[in-house]
């Protein structure tokens, strides 16, 4: 994702639990601010996730304006993760964010394939 290689320093919040994907810029910065007590203009990308789990949202701050991501997979679901208290967040590894936005498990991918021998 382009977002990530811009800056070493940006991080990625996923908003645990459902998000109400009607929920457009201003609803989804109100929410970082009250419910994952965040700075949504901190320059960080913060995502949400839908009940269906096929839709996610992004919010990130560019310097100039809010921008608001959207990603929905046509078969499969996002691996969310998964906190006790409501309004906690996770922080992923870029890594690990590019593995959630391709729908791949991102807590233990697999290695699908291995070479046999060298050469």
Known sequence: MMLLS???????????????????????????????????????????????????KILFWDGNGLCLFTERLDQGSFVWPQVDDRGGRVVLSAAQFSLLIEGIDWRGPEQVWRPSAAG
């Not at 929920?23 to 970082?32: H, N, Q, T, W």
């Open 6 to 56: 811009s800056s070493a320093n940006v991080r990625v919040h996923i908003a645990a639990g459902v998000t109400d994907m009607r929920k457009g810029l201003d609803g989804l910065a109100m929410l970082v601010q009250s419910v994952l007590r965040a700075d949504p203009f901190s320059g960080h990308l913060f995502a949400f996730r839908g009940r269906k789990a096929n839709l996610v």
